[in-house]
């Protein structure tokens, strides 16, 4: 079930970058602001998507161990950041909050790295497949 729940978000993610200019410049008319930080904001969403439906997978295979315990507390911080990415996706530019964004996004950005690096780090090292 996790696997489908993540395919609707990377699913509803592409579909957002496929539509992200006409918010930019919904924004940037209503505003007078630059609107670059929703595509970027999008950009994380669909990369989030992409690792959390891809880790699921991995996941559900990996044989029991404390390197998957920490790897799955790790997903959960990743499906929280990605649910918040949402909400910035749902609403309308009228409200959307761009300094809360634009300070948000580099910080998601890093922890999917960081998640990135220790899933091929630990992962590969010490999780074993069923």
């Known amino acids: 079930m ?15 970058l496929e539509n992200i ?11 007078k602001l630059d609107g670059s930080f929703i595509k970027e904001c999008a950009l994380t969403l669909a990369r989030y998507s992409e690792f959390l439906m891809n880790s699921h997978i991995f996941m ?9 315990d920490l790897l799955q507390l790790q997903q959960k911080q990743l499906l929280d950041n990605e649910q918040q ?10 409200s959307l909050d761009s300094n809360q964004i634009i ?9 999917l ?8 780090d630990v992962g590969a090292e010490n999780i074993q497949l069923i």
Do not use: G, M, W
């Open 103 to 111: 300070h948000v996004i580099p910080l998601y950005q890093r922890q």
């Open 21 to 31: 200019t006409a918010k930019i410049t919904e924004y940037e008319t209503l505003h």
């Open 60 to 68: 559900f295979f990996a044989k029991p161990c404390q390197a998957k």
């Open 85 to 94: 990415l949402n909400t910035f996706l749902e609403q309308s530019v009228e």
């Open 2 to 16: 996790c696997v489908q729940n993540q395919k609707q978000t990377l699913d509803f993610a592409k579909k957002q």
């Open 113 to 120: 790295d960081n998640a990135l690096k220790q899933f091929s």
